[in-house]
């Protein structure tokens, strides 16, 4: 057994347990960040599946990384490079399709082809949108308050909450309730009418959550993918040229500038605490690492259900563990392609292979792959988003050649009778056979096909249940209940222990936020040198 000391430990290396040790580093503590697996990431990872091509396993595209992270980090210096994705089509089953440009006109043109008025409809709604992100914006850099404190802290982060939604005009703030309760359909059904536009857009309702689009709450969610902004720009999406691998590794380059030192193939088995604080970790080989803090990036259920002793934390803050809602239901699946696949909405190969393809052709067909979900099932006609990696970075294929990243809903982790290898390939085949009825000769380009369920995902990230979330965007589980009543404000029932991840304020997706906001804590508790 080997002893090491350190100032802090941050237990993974997804990223926001590297954007956490990078800014420890920066404050001058001495930092590791221990990873159980063979390279830093989580479920932003780049990985030669197939020799030559490069999959983004998991998380796949970018939008919502914190601007002040890319930004305090120095990021592009480090590597991080975000390419556009120029467009976003729906193919329609009459063989027709919807398409969202990053042209403001040409979409406005395409939405005249379909509705005019809904093309009326759209620059409201755009400018709604853009107010209520903007309404929001401040929000996800604030340590939650807790409305049932009497700190000065807590009531002044309560007060500058209430002076902030206070400023909102009668109806913005009638607005930002409605995106807070209703579910994502009802809302758009506010504002449009072609049943296309209506389906694609809930789609970011669903995304990574076990909601449908008829589920209220679900309209919150659609609003924190609208939060996403690259360079300034609301609503904008990207790929990480090097696939979403390269922003971990872009942050675990800030990190060791910094100072920190990573340790793969370092998983943690224990959390040592006693008497109410804690010492340090025990990985799974016996070594011991010792800190005065120690960080856990880990999903919550993971982190306090399985790490440390529950004889250590108060029996309300287990139990509320406990029912933390983490439901995994996303799935992917990614190809390696002999060539781009052509799709009967759009023949011959063009821009629209440079964005995403959307398969959400109703509200019914959308609402009707939750169905399936609800009863225990992968949805026989899933969601689909879709991109074509190497079609933006041709880095990512040998030359001709290419790769397919499909993210799906649904697939639950509570599938009944439990995932197996049956059931994986199964789940596979429906969603070739659902693109195929867009992309009819999808079949014959296939090279190789990695199928990726929730227990995949648990099994090789950690994440609880598959859940790319660390926990489903439900309203009950948002800001000061992130992810306990009394706990959101990164620190936990034992002294020295933290968490960073993205069961923490703000939330799920590749952000970043989790990891800066804890850090900003851990230095107010334990001061730093700069």
């Keep these: 057994m080997t002893t090491h000391r350190y100032d802090a430990i941050v237990i993974g290396g997804g990223h926001n347990g590297l954007v956490n040790a990078a800014y420890l580093a920066r404050a001058g503590k001495k930092v590791v960040v221990l990873e159980r697996r063979h390279l830093v990431g989580g479920a932003a990872v780049t990985e030669e599946v197939v020799p030559g091509f490069k999959f983004s396993v998991f998380s796949y595209v970018v939008s919502l990384l914190r601007p002040e992270v890319i930004r305090d980090l120095d990021l592009p210096r480090h590597g991080l490079e975000i390419l556009p994705l120029e467009s976003t089509v729906t193919p329609m089953f009459n063989g027709d399709y919807l398409a969202g440009w990053a042209d403001h006109d040409a979409t406005r043109r395409e939405y005249v082809r379909h509705s005019l008025r809904d093309a009326e409809a759209y620059d409201d709604y755009g400018k709604l949108m853009h107010h209520m992100a903007m309404a929001v914006k401040p929000i996800l850099a604030m340590v939650p308050p807790d409305p049932t404190s009497l700190a000065p802290s807590d009531l002044r982060g309560l007060l500058t909450m209430g002076k902030h939604f206070g400023s909102l005009d009668k109806k913005h703030f009638h607005a930002l309730y409605k995106l807070m309760t209703m579910s994502a359909g009802d809302f758009l059904d506010e504002w449009f009418e072609t049943d296309v536009i209506k389906a694609t857009r809930s789609a970011s309702g669903i995304i990574g959550t076990f909601m449908g689009p008829r589920t209220p709450g679900s309209a919150y969610v659609l609003l924190h993918h609208y939060m996403g902004e690259i360079d300034g720009a609301f609503r904008a999406w990207g790929f990480a040229k090097g696939g979403t691998g390269m922003i971990s590794e872009s942050i675990a380059s800030a990190a060791r500038a910094a100072g920190?030192?990573?340790?793969?193939?370092?998983?943690?088995?224990?959390?040592?605490?006693?008497?109410?604080?804690?010492?340090?970790?025990?990985?799974?080989?016996?070594?011991?690492?010792?800190?005065?803090?120690?960080?856990?990036s880990l999903d919550p259920k993971r982190s306090f259900l399985k790490l440390v002793d529950m004889a250590q934390l108060p029996a309300e803050f287990v139990d509320d563990i406990r029912k933390y809602k983490i439901r995994g239901s996303s799935g992917k699946v990614n190809l390696a392609?002999?060539?781009?696949?052509?799709?009967?909405c759009m023949p011959g190969i063009g821009p629209h292979h440079r964005g995403a393809m959307s398969i959400s052709p109703s509200m019914e067909y959308v609402e009707r792959a939750y169905d399936d979900a609800k009863y225990?099932?992968?949805?026989?006609?899933?969601?689909?988003?879709?991109?074509?990696?190497?079609?933006?970075?041709p880095n990512m294929a040998p030359t001709g050649k290419h790769v397919m990243s499909v993210f799906v809903q649904y697939a639950p982790s509570n599938i009944t009778g439990g995932w197996d290898a049956t059931k994986r390939e199964a789940f596979g085949d429906a969603v070739i056979n659902a693109i195929a009825r867009f992309?009819?000769?999808?079949?014959?380009?296939?090279?190789?096909?990695?199928?990726?369920?929730?227990?995949?995902?648990?099994?090789?990230?950690?994440?609880?249940?598959?859940?790319?979330?660390?926990?489903?965007?439900?309203?009950?589980?948002?800001?000061f209940l992130r992810p306990a009543p009394g706990w959101a404000r990164f620190r936990t029932p034992i002294k020295g222990l933290y968490q960073c991840g993205s069961a923490t304020h703000p939330g799920g997706g590749i952000m970043g936020a989790g990891g800066r906001l804890a850090a900003l804590e851990i230095l107010k508790d334990v001061g730093g040198s700069r």
Aim: negative net charge; without cysteine; charged residues 20%.
């Design 337 to 344: 392609l002999h060539a781009l696949p052509e799709f009967t």
């Design 260 to 296: 920190a030192h990573i340790v793969l193939n370092a998983g943690v088995s224990k959390v040592l605490s006693r008497d109410g604080r804690t010492s340090g970790v025990v990985l799974d080989n016996g070594d011991e690492y010792h800190a005065n803090v120690v960080v856990t």
């Design 376 to 393: 225990g099932n992968f949805s026989k006609e899933p969601y689909m988003d879709i991109i074509f990696p190497s079609a933006i970075d």
């Design 439 to 479: 992309a009819p000769k999808i079949r014959d380009q296939i090279i190789h096909r990695q199928v990726m369920t929730p227990q995949d995902i648990e099994d090789i990230t950690g994440l609880t249940e598959g859940n790319i979330f660390q926990g489903e965007l439900a309203l009950h589980q948002l800001f």
